[in-house]
């Protein structure tokens, strides 16, 4: 096969993986906060949590919800960027694992979703929509000193 020849049949294999890939219809490589397909649908009919986040601090709004679709509505009001890890664990806080200055994210639970440091900046408002099975959640900064400093509080799903 000659140079010509390789390079048209490159392209004829690339360019549609391509013009595939960047799709918009295309949502296999779209990174949501949604948990799960179900929580993504029925986010109209979730429960929703206030979450006001300060220095050192989650204040949530309510601490219990009802098993299923939530979405929690995660507005920085602090002056650092911050983090907000969603993990299911049965330990109670006296039992969390560490790892060095953070919580062992591993070994505490399952991880449920995530809003990340980029995009709860300082004066930022997110949403994560997640579907939650009955227990306790573990609300969590994990950035550098933030849990040893009391940035975590517990949710309750019943």
């Known amino acids: 096969m000659n140079k010509r020849t390789l390079k048209f049949c ?3 294999i690339v360019s549609p993986l391509f013009l595939w890939a960047c799709s918009p ?8 906060p949604t948990s799960s397909p179900a929580a993504q649908q029925n986010s109209s009919a979730a429960n929703k ?10 204040q949530l709004s309510p601490s219990t919800v009802p098993a299923g679709p939530v979405e929690f509505v995660t507005n920085n009001q602090g002056n650092l960027d911050h983090e907000m ?9 006296d039992k969390l694992p560490l790892k060095g200055d953070r919580l062992d994210e591993d070994k505490a639970g399952k991880k449920i979703g995530e809003i990340e440091e980029e995009e ?3 004066g930022a408002t997110k949403t994560l929509a997640v579907n939650l099975t009955p227990g306790n959640y573990l609300i969590v900064c994990n950035l550098p000193g933030h849990f040893q400093a009391g940035m ?5 799903a019943k």
């Open 10 to 12: 490159l392209t004829a």
């Open 25 to 32: 219809n295309n949502t296999s490589q779209q990174v949501t």
């Open 49 to 58: 949590v206030q979450v006001t986040v300060k220095e050192m601090q989650f």
């Open 85 to 93: 890890v969603v993990i299911k664990t049965d330990l109670p806080l």
């Open 120 to 122: 709860l900046t300082s």
């Open 152 to 156: 975590r509080t517990f949710l309750t």
